[in-house]
């Protein structure tokens, strides 16, 4: 009989993740910790149930069908499996819900099952997060007739009753570069505001609602002068006439999510506040997403790792098995310290956020929130593609065979450094948020260095915290090198 070598396992994503058990217990207050086992112990168990479902079945990815067989536009989307299971697993665990209780660890128990059920979720975590930056926009902007007839669906634990929504701002003219915004924004004679124009890309196409960018007719040019919009996509159980899909993309990475191309053409539109400064009503939104992105790339990590250390202990090269190897151990050592790192950091935000939200926060911690998120989403959003690169690696060839399920790990990493702001625009943000953010985090430093029990990595800290800040003071008359120095500073400073 030939030697077969034995698939990696998936362990137990919850019950073996050092990392996370290790987190919850030390920030949560017992009872609270002891009532969230039960759905974190089920999520980890769906997980590994959708882990082995994807090795048992051929790969499916969301089809378009846009024309019945009569000749009526329908743009009907077939989802996955997992996509189907959304509305029920978002439900039950309250995976929005949580994070909205009235606690100061709402965010942790909601991001705790968010790194849990991201994967096995195949991406429906997008729109979850874009639902879940929808009601912090919709929050932030106070209008009580939108919070009120669009919150209790996104919030609810009811699937027939809950709603998914979309952020349209990317378009053809650029999606850093929102203030070239073409989507313009028109007012019938009874009131009603229409958006009429192209989003380039649209991920939750399947969704109920969405938040728009759009230039209200007569507006002038660039950012300020856009407004945001709520819009609504179902009219009863059909997708709305004046939202006709174009096509679904075709992507490198993330195939399950639908990500579509869709013309607006004339879709009734609300607007949030006032109508200019709609970048700025949609940074609440902004920042909670990139929270996820820094959480769901986090668990990207974790799930490689898991993976590689698994297959470390059944793999034998040279006599022994991978694990015993003194260069395999201490590749696979050196990827858990980056993982650890980068866990911290995203947990760290989730944190912050939590304390903001509730009003328990110090009163440096706002300022500190403002410049860790995007330092957190720059830099997990990275460290996950290189980490599943080497995570692919400790698999040999296998790493390369795609009905492994191995290189959708790193085909799905690279998208977390491009959507929701690149790398470059991620650092260009941090130096928005440096004037207040620097001395914020100093302080918090100062507060560990305080109590830690590890001086000289405190101090490490303290080092690179002061060149940071001289380099930020030595540049600050100088906005090109500034610029250009930013990504540089914003990785120390993530890293840091
Ligand atoms: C599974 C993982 C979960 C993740 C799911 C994600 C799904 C992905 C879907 C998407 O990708 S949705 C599209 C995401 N698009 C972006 O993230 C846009 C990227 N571009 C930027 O972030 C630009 O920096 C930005 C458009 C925000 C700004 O460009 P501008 O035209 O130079 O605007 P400006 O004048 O700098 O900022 C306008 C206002 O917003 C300013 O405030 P004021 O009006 O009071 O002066 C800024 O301070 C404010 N602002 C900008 N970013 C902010 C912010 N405020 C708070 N937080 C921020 N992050
Ligand atoms: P560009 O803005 O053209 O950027 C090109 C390059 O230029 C990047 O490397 C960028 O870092 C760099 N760059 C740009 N400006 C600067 C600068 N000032 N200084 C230095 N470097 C700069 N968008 C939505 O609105 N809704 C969605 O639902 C959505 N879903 C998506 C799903 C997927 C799978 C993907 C891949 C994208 C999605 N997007 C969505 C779009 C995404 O947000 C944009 O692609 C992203 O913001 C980058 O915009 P762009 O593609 O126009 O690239």
């Not at 077939?78 to 189907?84: D, H, M, V």
Request: negative net charge; contains cysteine; charged residues 20%.
């Amino acid at each position: 009989m030939d030697f077969l070598q034995p698939a990696p396992q998936l362990v137990h994503p919850y019950r073996n993740d050092r990392t996370l058990l290790a987190l919850l217990d030390r920030a949560m207050p017992a009872d609270r910790r002891a009532a969230l086992d039960a759905d974190l112990d089920a999520l980890g168990d769906y997980a590994q149930f959708a882990w082995e479902r994807a090795r048992r079945s051929t790969p499916k990815t969301p089809v378009l069908t846009r024309w019945d067989a009569w000749g009526r536009r329908v743009d009907r989307i077939e989802l996955t499996a997992a996509w189907q299971e959304g509305p029920q697993l978002a439900t039950r665990y309250g995976i929005l819900a949580a994070g909205h209780a009235p606690h100061a660890h709402a965010r942790l128990e909601q991001f705790a099952r968010v790194y849990l059920y991201h994967l096995a979720s195949e991406f429906y975590t997008c729109p979850l997060a874009m639902t879940d930056g929808a009601i912090a926009a919709l929050e932030a902007c106070g209008n009580r007739a939108l919070i009120e007839r669009a919150l209790p669906h996104f919030l609810s634990r009811d699937p027939a009753a809950f709603w998914l929504s979309g952020q349209w701002m990317t378009e053809t003219t650029g999606g850093s570069d929102v203030g070239r915004t073409g989507t313009v924004a028109r007012r019938d004679a009874d009131g009603q505001w229409r958006l009429y124009g192209r989003k380039w890309f649209s991920s939750a196409v399947v969704g109920e609602a969405a938040l728009a960018l759009a230039r209200p007719e007569g507006a002038g040019e660039g950012t300020a002068a856009l407004a945001l919009f709520y819009v609504e996509t179902m009219d009863g159980s059909g997708r709305k006439p004046q939202l006709v899909v174009d096509r679904l993309k075709d992507k490198l990475g993330t195939r399950e999510l639908p990500t579509a191309e869709i013309h607006l053409d004339g879709l009734p539109a609300w607007p949030l506040g006032e109508l200019a400064h709609g970048v700025r009503q949609v940074a609440p939104m902004l920042n909670v997403t990139r929270t996820w992105n820094a959480v769901c790339a986090v668990a990207s990590m974790a799930r490689a790792l898991a993976l590689a250390c698994d297959y470390a202990a059944r793999r034998e090269a040279f006599g022994r098995p991978l694990i015993e190897q003194p260069l395999h151990a201490q590749t696979l050592a050196g990827m858990r310290a980056e993982f650890e790192g980068a866990f911290a950091l995203a947990f760290e935000v989730v944190q912050l956020l939590g304390r903001v939200e509730q009003a328990q926060a110090a009163p440096h911690e706002p300022a500190l929130l403002r410049l860790l998120t995007p330092l957190a989403k720059l830099w997990t959003g990275k460290l996950a593609v290189a980490l599943c690169s080497e995570a692919l690696e400790c698999f040999g060839g296998a790493g390369y065979i795609e009905d492994t399920g191995l290189p959708q790990l790193l085909r799905d990493a690279q998208v977390y450094s491009i959507w929701e702001g690149t790398t470059n625009v991620l650092a260009l943000d941090s130096l928005r948020a440096l004037d207040e953010g620097l001395p914020a985090l100093r302080t918090a430093v100062a507060g560990w260095v305080a109590d830690s029990h590890e001086p000289d990595a405190v101090a490490a800290v303290h080092a690179t915290l002061e060149a940071a800040t001289r380099q930020a003071q030595a540049l600050a008359g100088e906005r090109g090198a500034l610029e250009a120095a930013a990504r540089g500073s914003a990785i120390t400073l993530a890293r840091c």
